[in-house]
């Protein structure tokens, strides 16, 4: 694969990437290799927009800076990290994840954001209405640099599709309406952010806030994007590579480039073949500036009112593990947690094959005969289903109260823990004694329950799993045998 790969970033011309009828020309075929393989190595690629594009960005940055300037600086920080205006509608309730639109910022990292989302923001016509009312202007062009990223946004994921041989536009299903329909409100999102603005605090950078500043997030981060968007106007921006190893991504950005990265929606959406990209932002660069950094960035989200169930992939050929063969709902998906165990051993998440030759249909041709052994996997029997259903809740129940105690926890595989659950050296029994399990009270794993009292175990953590289970319920009895299948 090393052999294959590319020394650097790939650059692909948007244009490159729009669609025709019939055989797919040969610049379209390198430009979505050219993506490929950049997505398979570095988790990101750079996008070059045509000269009327990339001004618009610059315009759009030029507006942000403008929006945050003229801001007042923000009093000592309090006990709330989010610090919301009375004009916004932000929440960090997750179950809002698709309701957020307006400013906010977070005192305590230095952060603040305004986020731009048709049907719901408040947008520049209604604010030359309102200005008696000193509400203030959203920053500038918000409406164009949406549709402009949200075009290019589903260009991307359409090459992806190509690559993976899916049928065309591959996930409609999952996406917003183009344009939104009547009171429909956008699920993806255009964020303007500024961070380490030395007027926020109403004052310059100390050196204890320079040392604190140092990445704006001491954990990785990943979005739960389709695909994200990122323009800035300055360096900063870091992306794990397939190595492990950190790459600054924006470090040598043209006026008309933008990076664009998968998040962790399409690595659901696509069964795990296209690994979300893990980042953090820079900000050791900010010391001594006198503005800060100001950044574009846009998400394209699943639309809530849906699931990502996999099915493009299985009837293309690719094999679909277990974990991905039960749908998810799109609401469920955004709003639960995902542990750093699961999502950050890269070892595990697979990835883009990178193509032998340039010729992609042969080698995607290649790629389908590789995975061809794979998918003759069968589908779970219910029983089965039901117990990873079990596990996971079980996981998320143990990882909320190890997130209250700051304990990082690595679960144990499945496997081994039918083995050796019940030995001193078991996985889950250093997860009992790092979480303080209460002594005498039983630790109970999903494996260990016959069906009847999974169900149970569902229905008190998740009210109403059974009523949006029935089919399955229906069948788990009569797959009560089929426990061992595989």
Not at 248 to 266: I, K, R, S
């Amino acid at each position: 694969m090393a052999g294959n790969g590319i020394p650097t970033l790939g650059r692909v011309k948007v244009c490159d990437l729009l669609p025709t009828e019939g055989i797919p020309s040969d610049s379209y075929k390198l430009a979505v290799t050219t993506l490929s393989q950049s997505l398979a190595q570095y988790s990101a690629a750079i996008i070059q927009f045509p000269p009327p594009d990339g001004a618009l960005l610059r315009s759009g940055l030029d507006s942000a800076r403008l929006y945050f300037h003229q801001r007042d600086s923000y009093p000592q920080p309090t006990t709330n990290d989010m610090i919301h205006q009375h004009t916004t509608t932000n929440t960090n309730d997750p179950r809002e994840w698709c309701k957020t639109s307006g400013y906010y910022s977070d005192p305590h990292s230095w952060q603040e954001s305004y986020e731009y989302r048709p049907g719901l923001t408040f947008t520049e016509a209604a604010a030359s209405a309102a200005a008696a009312t000193s509400m203030e202007f959203p920053p500038s062009g918000l409406p164009d640099i949406f549709g402009l990223l949200g075009k290019a946004s589903r260009l991307v994921l359409d090459a992806i599709g190509f690559y993976l041989n899916l049928r065309s536009s591959p996930f409609t299903e999952i996406l917003d309406n183009v344009p939104l329909r009547s009171n429909e409100v956008s699920s993806s999102v255009l964020s303007v952010c500024c961070y380490a603005r030395p007027s926020f605090h109403g004052g310059h950078l100390t050196t204890e806030d320079e040392q604190l500043l140092l990445y704006s997030d001491h954990d990785h981060q990943l979005d739960k994007s389709l695909i994200s968007f990122v323009k800035s106007d300055k360096p900063g921006l870091h992306i794990r590579d397939m190595h492990g190893q950190w790459v600054l991504v924006d470090v040598d950005l043209g006026p008309q480039e933008a990076v664009v990265y998968p998040g962790l929606a399409l690595y659901q959406a696509t069964a795990g073949y296209v690994s979300p990209a893990v980042y953090r932002t820079d900000l050791n660069s900010m010391q001594g500036s006198i503005e800060g950094r100001f950044s574009l960035a846009f998400k394209l989200m699943p639309k809530s009112m849906t699931s990502m169930s996999c099915s493009e992939m299985r009837a293309a050929g690719h094999g679909v593990e277990a974990q991905f063969q039960v749908p998810v709902l799109v609401d469920d998906f955004m709003q639960r947690p995902h542990s750093n165990d699961e999502l950050f051993n890269r070892q595990t998440l697979q990835s883009f094959s990178v193509p032998q030759s340039q010729d992609g249909i042969g080698s995607m041709k290649q790629m389908k005969k590789r995975k061809k052994s794979d998918s003759r996997l069968k589908p779970l029997p219910p029983s089965k289903r039901l117990r990873l259903e079990a596990q996971r809740v079980l996981k998320e129940r143990v990882q909320e109260i190890a997130d209250k105690k700051g304990i990082k926890l690595r679960f144990c595989n499945p496997k081994d823990c039918e083995s050796n659950h019940n030995t001193i050296n078991s996985p889950c029994a250093h997860i009992k004694m790092e979480i303080g399990w209460p002594q005498g009270v039983p630790f109970v794993h999903p494996h260990d329950l016959p069906n009847k009292a999974k169900i149970g175990f569902l229905e008190t953590y998740e009210p109403g799993w059974s009523e949006t289970h029935d089919m399955e319920l229906s069948l788990s009895e009569a797959a009560q045998g089929n426990q061992h299948v595989t």
